[in-house]
C-alpha cells in the first residue's frame, strides 16, 4: 500500500486492491494487430496460480507416495475420498474408460487446485499485500498486489480456454479429424447443405458461450467475495474509542467470521462446478451427434 494509506478513503482502499502487479513487456507488434493487449501480465495472478498448483500436485504426490493398503490415515482418507468422488461423477459423464485414466486425474487436479487458488480469499485482506508493500517498491515494483488467482479474468478464462482445448482434442482423437469437422456442419439441425453454414455458426456459437460462461462464472463468485471481504475489512478500519468505533470494530469481527465461514462452502462449490462442467464438456467430446 502507499504510504499514505491511513487518509485513504474507502473508495481509494478498495481501488487500490482492486489493481494487480503487472508487467508490461512492450510487444508493439502485438498491440498494433489485436484488440486485446497481450503485452500486459498479471504477475500477481501468475505467480500465485502457478505456487498454488506445484503445492497442489505436491499435495497429491505425498498421499500417492504414502498410500497404504493398511487402515489409511486421515490425510490418505480424505485423498482417496477425494479421489472416488471425482472418479465416481466422471464414470457418469466419461463413458470411455481409456479416456477416464487421463481424464479423471485431471479432474482431480483441476479441484484441487482451483481450491487452493479459491482459498487465498481467506487469507486476511491485507497481510500478504502489506508484505509487499515493504519489499515490492524496494525491488523496483509497484506497490500493488492480488492474491486471489480466480477474482482475475485472465486466469479463470485461461483455465476455461484450456479445458476447450482439452475437448477439441478429445474430439478429433474420438471422432477422427474428418468425423468431427462433418459433425460441425451436420448438427444440431441436421445433415443436409443448406443448414450447414447455420450448423456451423450454431456449434461455434456454443464452443464460445460453454468457454466464456465457463470462466466467468468462477471470476465473478470469486470477485464478488473478495469485495465483500474488503467491505468488511473497512468496518475494521474504522476502529476508534467511541461508540461508533467499538461497533465497526465488533461488526468486522462477527461479520468477518459469519462470511469467512459461509465462503468456505462458497470456494468448495465452485471448485467442484468447475471441476464438474470441464468432466461435462469432455464428456460431451466424446458424444456423436
Known amino acids: 500500500m502507499s504510504s499514505d494509506q491511513n487518509v485513504m478513503t474507502a473508495g481509494e482502499y478498495i481501488q487500490h486492491h482492486l489493481q494487480h502487479l503487472q508487467k508490461n513487456f512492450d ?12 503485452s500486459i501480465f498479471n504477475l500477481d495472478s501468475v505467480f500465485f496460480s502457478a505456487l498454488l498448483g506445484v503445492v497442489g500436485c505436491l499435495i497429491l504426490w505425498s498421499a500417492a507416495r504414502k498410500a497404504t493398503s493398511g487402515v489409511p490415515g486421515r490425510f490418505q482418507a480424505a485423498v482417496e475420498i477425494m479421489s472416488e468422488m471425482v472418479e465416481n ?11 477416464r485414466k487421463l481424464i479423471s486425474p485431471l479432474a482431480l487436479t483441476v479441484f484441487v487446485w482451483i481450491f487452493l487458488m479459491n482459498a487465498m480469499d481467506m487469507i486476511p485482506v491485507d497481510l500478504i499485500p502489506g508484505i509487499w508493500h515493504a519489499v515490492g517498491p524496494s525491488l523496483g515494483f509497484k506497490d500493488y ?9 485472465s486466469t479463470t478464462l485461461g483455465l476455461s480456454c484450456s479445458v476447450l482445448l482439452i475437448c477439441l482434442v478429445y474430439n478429433i482423437k474420438i471422432k477422427g479429424l474428418g468425423g468431427w469437422a462433418h ?16 450448423n456451423l455458426l450454431m456449434q461455434l456459437i456454443e464452443y464460445l458461450a460453454k468457454t466464456v460462461s465457463h470462466g466467468m462464472r468462477l471470476f465473478g463468485n470469486m470477485f464478488a467475495g473478495e469485495l465483500v471481504f474488503m467491505l468488511i475489512a473497512l468496518m475494521g478500519g474504522g476502529w476508534a474509542l467511541s461508540v461508533t468505533g467499538v461497533g465497526l470494530a465488533i461488526g468486522h469481527v462477527i461479520a468477518g467470521t459469519v462470511w469467512t465461514l459461509f465462503h468456505i462452502l462458497v470456494i ?4 467442484f462446478i468447475f471441476m464438474m462442467l470441464t468432466l461435462i464438456y469432455t464428456g460431451q467430446a466424446h458424444d456423436a451427434h
Open 27 to 38: 510487444f508493439e507488434s502485438v498491440k498494433q494487430t489485436s484488440i486485446v493487449d497481450f
Open 89 to 99: 461423477q466422471a464414470k457418469g459423464v466419461v463413458h470411455n474408460p481409456v479416456s
Open 145 to 153: 498486489m492480488r492474491v486471489v488467482p480466480t477474482a482475475d479474468l
Open 183 to 198: 459433425e460441425l456442419i451436420a448438427a444440431p439441425f441436421g445433415n443436409h447443405w443448406a443448414l450447414y453454414p447455420v
Open 268 to 271: 468448495t462449490l465452485q471448485a
